[in-house]
């Protein structure tokens, strides 16, 4: 699986869209990208994954680059309760996909 | 994250007991995997089953260590004569088939193991 990079820390004022980043330049063409995030004390909570297209559901949007090296995540109207790590995480669609990596990820930290 | 549950949530064993942890899957889904995250680190993979069957067990530590998903009932993570170094938080997630690349895997608050 393609390794992927996060910035350690982002802040976002509450009721603003959050845009988080993650490069993932070695991603191959049958390879995913998944976010999660993981709120204190939590498990971790899927939030989108995608292939190509970029992806929208009740909770975020997925914009993925056309040459698929790099990713944003946005939370449109970020609130308190968004404050966690969000993983982005490559995962091929063979083979041992099963195996979740998670790295640092990014604390993203909504103020008040 | 409600469906899969994972019971106790706290759990503290004294060095040389046994550990159970129990996960309870997704109504629907018979895949189960373990992850273990220490203080301060990401998770990491331990171990896939199905019913009844041990897919890969590659992220166990070779001893001490045991999984099962019986036919009836949770999913067990064992740990025998507990040490230190295994206090953590254990997570278990579920799908409902073989993630291929589509189904993703919903985790359970985790079970946090103290070793006193």
């Known amino acids: 699986d393609a390794k992927t990079t996060q910035p350690p820390s982002m802040d976002c004022a509450e009721g603003r869209a959050a845009n988080l980043p993650c490069n993932h330049s070695?991603?191959?063409?049958?390879?995913?990208v998944y976010w999660y995030r993981q709120i204190h004390s939590q498990g971790p909570q899927y939030i989108i994954h995608?292939?190509?297209n970029n992806e929208t559901n009740e909770m975020a949007s997925l914009i993925i680059t056309e040459d698929r090296k790099s990713s944003t995540l946005i939370l449109p109207h970020a609130t308190l309760r968004d404050t966690a790590v969000y993983y982005c995480i490559a995962l091929n669609s063979g083979g041992s996909n099963y195996k979740l990596t998670f790295g640092k990820g990014t604390l993203l930290t909504v103020n008040p | 994250n409600a469906g899969v549950m994972q019971n106790p949530r706290h759990l503290v064993r004294r060095r040389g007991q046994e550990a159970r942890l129990r996960c309870s899957p997704m109504?629907?889904?018979?895949?189960v995997y373990w992850y273990r995250q220490l203080p301060e680190e990401g998770l990491k993979f331990m171990v896939y089953?199905?019913?009844?069957?041990?897919?890969?067990e590659s992220g166990m530590p070779k001893e001490r260590f045991s999984a099962e998903f019986p036919k009836e009932g949770p999913s067990i993570l064992r740990i025998q004569q507990v040490v230190r170094g295994d206090s953590a938080a254990y997570f278990c997630?579920?799908?409902?088939?073989?993630?291929?690349?589509?189904?993703?895997?919903?985790f359970g608050d985790g079970t946090r193991l103290s070793i006193l």
């Open positions: 995608g292939l190509k």
């Open positions: 997630a579920s799908s409902p088939k073989l993630v291929q690349g589509t189904q993703p895997q919903h």
């Open positions: 089953l199905q019913k009844e069957n041990i897919i890969d």
């Open positions: 070695t991603i191959s063409g049958n390879e995913y």
């Open positions: 109504k629907g889904h018979s895949h």
